[in-house]
């Protein structure tokens, strides 16, 4: 069965860069603090293959601890986070919660140091790593909403839509038959001015024409009307 292929370093760190933790993050004493437990999860999901190692020294009794101790009873952990053959390793002393080494930790110190200090190896992988950098959101949310947004194609008035659908040419057309039948007929230039029109195959020309035309066809047949009326 052929295993997957391994990701690069710059692979691991792209996925896991763009990852917003801000959900799962809290505040303690000025500093912010990852689920240990969120972000294992998360790294599990991208890659699963991920291990991690605990680093340490043997005691005096020649045990191997995966805790560091420094003259006057401090203590240090370390991690690696391992992919395939790539790997990531992080330190951290145990400090109280006031961020101050304690002389002599207790087991629960201890443990909290390496939750941490774990946190804090999958943050040099790329996940949530902005926290140390003092960010609020991963760089690349920033970029993206500072980023000029490209302008939305303006959308046509409702009424260039609608007479961009109406044939104006045989609107006019209509119009003058119409005008014809009813008794009415353009002389002179308006004549000339309606074939030329027509010829052209001008859209807006004739809508322009169009409502001229209506307008003094109406108007002279109106008087018309009147003038046989009164006779």
């Known amino acids: 069965m052929a295993s997957a292929k391994q990701p690069t370093g710059k692979q691991v760190w792209d996925t896991l860069s763009k990852i917003n933790v801000n959900e799962q993050t809290e505040k303690k004493m000025g500093l912010t603090y990852l689920s240990w437990a969120w972000a294992?999860?998360?790294f599990m999901e991208h890659f699963p293959e991920m291990e991690v190692k605990w680093h340490g020294a043997e005691d005096a009794s020649g045990v191997l601890r995966d805790v560091m101790y420094y003259e006057g009873g401090t203590a240090?952990?370390?991690?690696?986070?391992?992919?395939?053959?790539?790997e990531k390793k992080m330190w951290l002393p145990v400090t109280d919660n006031r961020n101050k080494a304690i002389a002599h930790p207790d087991a629960m110190a201890i443990?909290?140091?390496k939750m941490r200090c774990l946190t804090k190896c999958f943050a040099i992988w790329g996940l949530g790593h902005?926290?140390?950098?003092?960010?609020d959101v991963p760089i690349t949310i920033v970029e993206e909403a500072s980023a000029p947004k490209k302008p939305k194609p303006k959308k046509a008035p409702q009424?260039?839509?609608e007479e961009s659908?109406?044939?104006?040419?045989a609107e006019l057309?209509?119009?003058a038959t119409d005008l014809h039948e009813r008794g009415w007929t353009p002389e002179g230039d308006t004549k000339k001015e309606i074939k030329a029109v027509i010829a052209s195959g001008d859209q807006e020309k004739a809508a322009v024409l169009t409502k001229r035309?209506?307008?003094?066809g109406e108007l002279a047949l109106k008087i018309n009307d009147e003038k046989e009326e009164k006779e």
């Open 165 to 169: 659908t109406v044939d104006h040419i």
């Open 111 to 113: 443990n909290t140091a």
């Open 213 to 216: 035309l209506k307008d003094a």
């Open 40 to 42: 294992y999860g998360i």
């Open 159 to 161: 009424k260039q839509k």
């Open 76 to 86: 240090s952990v370390t991690c690696s986070v391992i992919i395939g053959d790539l």
């Open 173 to 175: 057309r209509t119009l």
């Open 130 to 135: 902005y926290i140390y950098r003092g960010e």
